[in-house]
């Protein structure tokens, strides 16, 4: 008899193969073992170097954004938006 | 009805690839004429702002650089120059040089635009425009003044440093932008000399190919006649110091005696070559005595005085 453990346990069990579609092997005669290119070992290098050049890439963009927008509101950065105020509302206050 | 779709290979192309396809030694040289441009413009830029403008401008030169590639693919491929880049030895595919060109040069204008002004922006994109579609898809297969109308997009960066500094444009960028375009046609014939056959075999008309070594070594001769007095115009209208006046002179001077050489040579490359190399040394100095005048605030002209 199949405990509930044991259901879980099946249920749960990672596959055989949980690299992502691209690392897995072609599908072949014998059935579907996967869908996706196999990569050699230095197209996945290379791949993973892309990657973390375009995420470098990236955080630099935002990082250049980030300080031409201080630069460029200065304090005026840190102030609250006045939109919701009505027509000829006076704001008091700092 | 069966259809077949050829599988493309995953790439193999690394970081050090896409760098190359940005030509890093002709972006270094971009980036330090449009600095000095960005530098000698009157007024005060924020740091910030002028390294934003710099990173802009050296990503907008790299797009050129890729797009470039990925035209001249065919030809770079029976080049020996240029048998070595990304595309011909199957690196890169053209497709990827493609799509990283465009991405690179919309964010660079694009972020220029936004973030420093759209004058700048403006003539970063058309820089680009110039380069890629006037140079090396009109201009460098069909006619030997390729590169003398070409070179305006290599004279643009110390323009493009102006306006990013001042929003506006005047006499001073103008005469740097002179200095370059007339800098190119000596510098890129002094190298086709040497390269003709290359060139001949690829069918691009270079000035030697079309015209013959005599007449290519005569029209360096003349543009570099032309050059060296507008390496020393800053200082003529005023706009320098004497220190960069005598500097630029003795540079000039240096150019003139090597197309001289260049004139006078036969059978023979060495000239061309040290023409090349020097070619490279003059505008370099040129541009960093400029900039070395103009940072010091006059000081070399108060030693002078």
């Known amino acids: ?94 | 009805m069966s259809l077949t779709f050829a599988r493309a290979e995953p790439s193999v192309a690394g970081v050090g690839d896409y760098i190359e396809l940005m030509k890093p030694r002709v972006m270094s040289l971009v980036v330090f004429t449009a600095l000095v441009g960005l530098l000698v413009a009157p007024g005060h830029v924020h740091p910030v702002i002028g390294l934003t403008a710099l990173l802009c401008i050296t990503v907008g030169a790299g797009a050129a650089g890729a797009l470039n590639m990925w035209y001249d693919a065919d030809i770079d491929a029976r080049m020996a120059r240029t048998a070595g880049r990304p595309i011909p030895r199957g690196r890169v595919t053209p497709g990827e040089a493609a799509g990283f060109g465009f991405t690179l040069a919309v964010f660079s204008v694009v972020t220029l635009g936004l973030l420093v002004n759209i004058l700048a922006a403006a003539l970063l994109a058309f820089t680009i425009f110039f380069y890629v579609v006037i140079y090396t898809v009109w201009l460098k297969r069909s006619t030997p003044q390729n590169i003398v109308i070409g070179g305006a997009a290599g004279a643009l960066p110390p323009m493009i440093g102006w306006a990013a500094a001042t929003g506006t444009l005047a006499v001073e960028p103008v005469l740097l932008f002179l200095i370059i375009f007339f800098w190119t046609p000596p510098h890129f014939w002094a190298l086709s000399l040497y390269r003709i056959e290359d060139y001949a075999r690829v069918g691009v008309p270079m000035l030697p190919v079309v015209a013959g070594e005599r007449e290519t070594r005569r029209q360096i001769l003349i543009y570099t006649l032309i050059l060296a007095p507008l390496g020393v115009a800053p200082w003529l209208l005023g706009y320098t110091g004497p220190v960069y006046g005598v500097a630029a002179s003795i540079f000039g001077v240096a150019m003139i005696a090597l197309a001289l050489r260049v004139r006078g040579e036969h059978g023979s490359h060495r000239a061309s070559k040290q023409m090349f190399g020097f070619s490279i040394l003059y505008l370099f100095l040129l541009f960093a005595v400029l900039l070395i005048d103009q940072m010091s605030g006059g000081l070399f002209g108060h030693f002078a005085a």
Do not use: C, N
């Open chain 1, 1 to 94: 008899m199949t405990t509930v453990s044991e259901i879980i346990k099946e249920a749960t069990k990672p596959p055989a193969d949980d690299r992502p579609y691209s690392y897995r092997p072609a599908p072949s005669a014998e059935g579907w073992q996967g869908a996706g290119i196999r990569l050699t070992e230095q197209q996945m290098r290379a791949r993973r170097a892309r990657s973390i050049a375009i995420a470098l890439a990236l955080g630099a963009f935002v990082v250049v954004i980030f300080a031409v927008t201080i630069v460029r509101l200065g304090s005026a950065a840190l102030e609250r938006p006045t939109l919701m105020q009505p027509p000829g509302a006076v704001v008091t206050g700092k």
